[in-house]
T-cell receptor, first 115, second 110 residues
Framework: AQTVTQSQPEMSVQEAETVTLSCTYD???????LFWYKQPPSRQMILVIR??????QNATENRFSVNFQKAAKSFSLKISDSQLGDTAMYFC????????????FGTGTRLQVTL | NAGVTQTPKFQVLKTGQSMTLQCAQD?????MSWYRQDPGMGLRLIHY???????DQGEVPNGYNVSRSTTEDFPLRLLSAAPSQTSVYFC?????????FGSGTRLTVV
């Protein structure tokens, strides 16, 4: 079974600064996808970024980028130029490409962006 | 652009009552799934389906039933509600390109 670990329950960052959220995972599979989801107080699950395991290049979406280290099974999220609207719960998630209906989530990191 | 429609948004049940959480998607996705979210535990998979007529158990299936008679609908049934089922529930539909989540149901069992 796959596991996803987020070791930072809470983090805080000042507006315009950069913050990195950590995620590690454990799997014996070689083909999989990794995701970061944002959950603001509205409760909606919003996809932030996605990484295919077979791609060596780290995914980037505007101010969000990942550091994907496949050998170390690490998938951290970097948020640059943090904004107040980035305040939310962030979840790291894993899915094996052979079981696309079964996401495994970490326990989440609550990020607070302050003035 | 409905995506995944999940109802109701809020529900209070008494212990022992039954109810059905509805989930419908209009994206023709093969896969659908139900998760529950509890504080400090992330989202955990309850049941999932890889197509109409095919369902299977996830990590925490006890006390819940599902069926998938059509591609679009994937209802979750609580047979006899218990306080331990107080949670936020999410339905999701997916294909190989990604996931779309419903807006969630906050269920309280008293």
């Amino acid at each position: 079974a796959q596991t996803v670990t987020q070791s930072q329950p809470e983090m805080s960052v000042q507006e315009a600064e950069t913050v990195t959220l950590s995620c590690t995972y454990d799997t014996s599979e070689s083909n999989y996808y990794l995701f970061w989801y944002k959950q603001p107080p509205s409760r909606q699950m919003i996809l932030v970024i996605r990484q295919e395991a077979y791609k060596q290049q780290n995914a980037t979406e505007n101010r969000f980028s990942v550091n994907f280290q496949k050998a170390a099974k690490s998938f951290s999220l970097k948020i640059s130029d943090s904004q107040l609207g980035d305040t939310a719960m962030y979840f790291c998630a894993f899915v094996n490409t052979g079981t696309a209906s079964k996401l495994t989530f970490g326990t989440g990191t609550r990020l607070q962006v302050t003035l | 652009n409905a995506g995944v429609t999940q109802t109701p948004k809020f529900q209070v049940l008494k212990t022992g009552q039954s109810m059905t959480l509805q989930c419908a998607q209009d994206m023709n996705h093969e896969y659908m799934s139900w998760y529950r979210q509890d504080p400090g535990m992330g989202l955990r998979l309850i049941h999932y389906s890889v197509g109409a007529g095919i369902t299977d158990q996830g990590e925490v299936p006890n006390g819940y039933n599902v069926s998938r008679s059509t591609t679009e609908d994937f209802p979750l049934r609580l047979l006899s509600a218990a306080p331990s089922q107080t949670s936020v529930y999410f339905c999701a539909s997916s294909n190989i390109y990604g996931y779309t989540f419903g807006s969630g149901t906050r269920l309280t069992v008293v």
